[in-house]
């Protein structure tokens, strides 16, 4: 089966922590992404990557540092420096080939700051 | 101002019937436009994409694109009490100053669907 797995699904951390948030992907897709919804919004982008050993910021990047060492990965770290990280997690990914854009999202990862 | 809106619901509609669920963009280089369906608690899902302006149909499914007013929307024929979810629209802006097109998505803050019995 191919797909977006994210890792855990519930996560709770303590305030003053850095927690790791897992993505793998098996779709082959060079892209991925990172998003955070709150409560009755939408979706928010954290960082975004399109090829390994590279990433950007997105518009709420602070607080926040990501990784892309292998294709398939693309963890992101919520550091002690984010004031309010109580939120929902989204991974995702995207094929860069062709003219299309779809994403496709993972489980998701519900972060709660204790 | 935000850059996506859709209509602020709650929507509900009787089953059976239309739904139409609306999204107007900023951007007017847009070039790319999606539908996600989110049940509660769940991830968002892929249901609907359009990149032309007109009419495309899939299913029960019909997503418009009006590029000269911004404007893109989706119907739902024969609504379904499974069809109660929330419902994002989502843009893609295009390429950025440089040039380049990161496939980035800027979303609405959803709309939320109710099909009753």
């Known amino acids: 089966d191919g797909g977006i797995t994210q890792s855990p699904k519930y996560l709770f951390r303590k305030e003053g922590q850095n927690v790791t948030l897992s993505c793998e992907q098996n779709?082959?897709?060079?892209?991925m992404y990172w998003y955070r919804q709150d409560p009755g919004q939408g979706l928010r982008l954290i960082y975004y990557?399109?090829?390994?050993?590279?990433?950007q910021k997105g518009d709420i990047a602070e607080g926040y540092s990501v990784s892309r060492e292998k294709k398939e990965s693309f963890p992101l770290t919520v550091t002690s420096a984010q004031k309010n990280p109580t939120a929902f997690y989204l991974c995702?990914?995207?094929?860069?080939?062709?003219?299309?854009?779809?994403?496709?999202f993972g489980p998701g990862t519900r972060l709660t700051v204790l | 101002q935000k850059e996506v809106e859709q209509n602020s619901g709650p929507l509900s509609v009787p089953e059976g019937a239309i739904a139409s669920l609306n999204c107007t963009y900023s951007?007017?280089?847009?070039?790319?436009f999606f539908w996600y369906r989110q049940y509660s608690g769940k991830s968002p899902e892929l249901i609907m994409s359009?990149?032309?302006?007109g009419d495309k149909e899939d299913g029960r499914f019909t997503a418009q694109l009006n590029k000269a007013s911004q404007y893109v929307s989706l119907l739902i024929r024969d609504s379904q009490p499974s069809d109660s979810a929330t419902y994002l629209c989502?843009?893609?802006?295009?390429?950025?100053?440089?040039?380049?097109?990161?496939?980035?998505?800027?979303f609405g803050q959803g709309t939320i669907l109710t099909v009753h019995p």
């Open positions: 995702a990914s995207r094929r860069t080939s062709g003219s299309y854009n779809e994403q496709f």
């Open positions: 779709l082959n897709h060079d892209a």
């Open positions: 990557s399109q090829i390994v050993n590279d990433f």
């Open positions: 951007d007017r280089g847009s070039q790319s």
């Open positions: 359009i990149y032309s302006n």
């Open positions: 989502a843009v893609n802006p295009g390429r950025d100053a440089g040039g380049t097109s990161y496939g980035k998505l800027t």
